[in-house]
């Protein structure tokens, strides 16, 4: 059982010390590379001893085999998954004065690849239950000088395209998924990326497929789209030194399309681990009587969800004091993310307003994100859902502590975990 202290400070659990390890961290990249390290420096070394660092044949070789992973005609690589979704938008000549419906709650790239065009993003509200796009509100933002629908598929999980294809469908414009976070993630069978008209994905090593530094990719089933891309992503150069249209130098190094490479046979089953990790949160949970406490997130009934990020609702106003708990205690957390789009100071000028977007900005004050990588052990997640019930002082029900199901070693053997600050 765990109670709350009656006083301002949180007591430690009643469950034996030895149950509980003293620090969970919220990534681990050096264990995936641990597993893969020799694999990786080869493949390193072979695009040194060749001098083919800029779009060699490691990259195209990745180009294929995503397209094959992810059942497109289409792949497109570039130098980041901002990147990706500046092409896309220039591919379909977004400009000054055009208006792009994208989520506030979002990466700032979403937005950022808008307005760098000269182009006004139109923010839209979340479903409060999945955060992702709500399609209602995109529907009603819909005016004469809407270009195009970015849907972001945050956190794993494929936005509502059963509702999104006939809204764009209807206004003639075209679909540019953010795909960033959803690799692998499927909609009704299909694969995120193959769903609108442009997907647009991320290397950054945080991602379910990450890179040793940045890189991205774009997909698509267009072929005039796909030309388009490979021409933009070049200056606009074809031949060599004729420039046809004014693109930019977005193209991936050779040596990120070689770490890719090996990682990628290991990526659906990392995906898996990433799904058993979210079930089992789930039922670790539900040991708990926190169900007025925190809200914990579901599958997607429709198609795979990633499960890039666990992200749980805290209930009321504790997040950050429960967030303050658990960095006491060894757990590592992030906030996805704290200050909503519509209201960040750099677009100010576009007036938008506290309020404007409300289940937006509730998501943003309630919301915490729980480790969830694929190497994650089952004790590491028991620990860091006893540290949430210890603060909230919630009981253990009968039932789990008779079944015990998951055994608690004295000593994890690991290493805590390094990964860069920024986690986008």
């Not at 923010?123 to 009603?140: G, M, N, Q, S």
């Not at 940045?214 to 388009?228: M, P, Y």
């Not at 006893?386 to 998951?406: D, N, P, W, Y």
């Amino acid at each position: 059982m765990i109670r709350r202290s009656t006083d301002a400070n949180v007591t430690e659990t009643t469950l034996p010390a030895s149950d509980l390890l003293p620090s969970v961290p919220l990534l681990a990249l050096d264990r995936q590379y641990d597993a893969l390290r020799d694999q990786i420096r080869e493949a390193i070394n072979r695009v040194c001893d060749s001098g083919r660092f800029v779009l060699g044949p490691d990259v195209a070789e990745l180009e294929a085999e995503l397209a094959k992973a992810l059942d497109v005609p289409h792949v497109i690589s570039c130098a980041s998954g901002s990147d990706a979704l500046l092409l896309a938008l220039m591919a379909f000549g977004i400009g000054a004065g055009d208006e792009v419906i994208v989520p506030s709650y979002t990466f700032f790239a979403t937005a950022s690849a808008v307005t760098r065009l000269g182009a006004v993003p139109i923010f839209a509200d979340i479903d409060p239950t999945t955060y992702l796009v709500d399609p209602r509100d995109v529907e009603r933002k819909i005016s004469t000088r809407t270009r195009a629908i970015v849907p972001v598929h945050l956190f794993g999980r494929t936005a509502d395209m059963d509702a999104l294809t006939p809204i764009a469908a209807r206004a003639g414009i075209p679909i540019v998924e953010d795909a960033a976070q959803s690799i692998l993630s499927t909609w009704h069978g299909r694969c995120s990326g193959s769903l609108g008209d442009v997907g647009c994905f991320s290397f950054y090593p945080t991602k379910n497929l990450g890179g040793a530094g940045d890189g991205g990719f774009l997909t698509t089933t267009r072929d005039d789209i796909a030309k388009s891309l490979k021409l933009l992503r070049v200056h606009g150069m074809e031949p060599r030194y004729y420039h046809e249209v004014i693109g930019i130098n977005s193209r991936l190094d050779s040596i990120q399309a070689a770490v890719l490479r090996v990682k990628l046979p290991h990526l659906d089953t990392w995906t898996t681990a990433r799904q058993v990790n979210a079930a089992r949160y789930r039922d670790l949970f539900a040991e708990y009587d926190l169900a007025s406490r925190v809200a914990v997130p579901g599958d997607e009934p429709r198609g795979r969800h990633v499960w890039n990020q666990f992200v749980v609702r805290v209930l009321g106003d504790e997040r950050d004091a429960l967030r303050a708990h658990l960095a006491k205690r060894g757990v590592g957390t992030e906030i996805y993310y704290p200050v909503p789009l519509h209201l960040q100071k750099c677009f100010t000028h576009l007036g938008w307003a506290k309020g404007d977007l409300p289940e937006t900005e509730r998501a943003a004050e309630q919301t915490i994100a729980l480790p969830i990588f694929p190497e994650l052990e089952a004790a590491e997640q028991r620990t860091v859902v006893a540290r949430i019930a210890e603060f909230f002082g919630a009981e253990r029900t009968e039932t789990a502590a008779a079944k015990s199901a998951l055994p608690m070693p004295h000593v994890l053997r690991r290493a805590v975990g390094k990964a860069d600050d920024v986690r986008c």
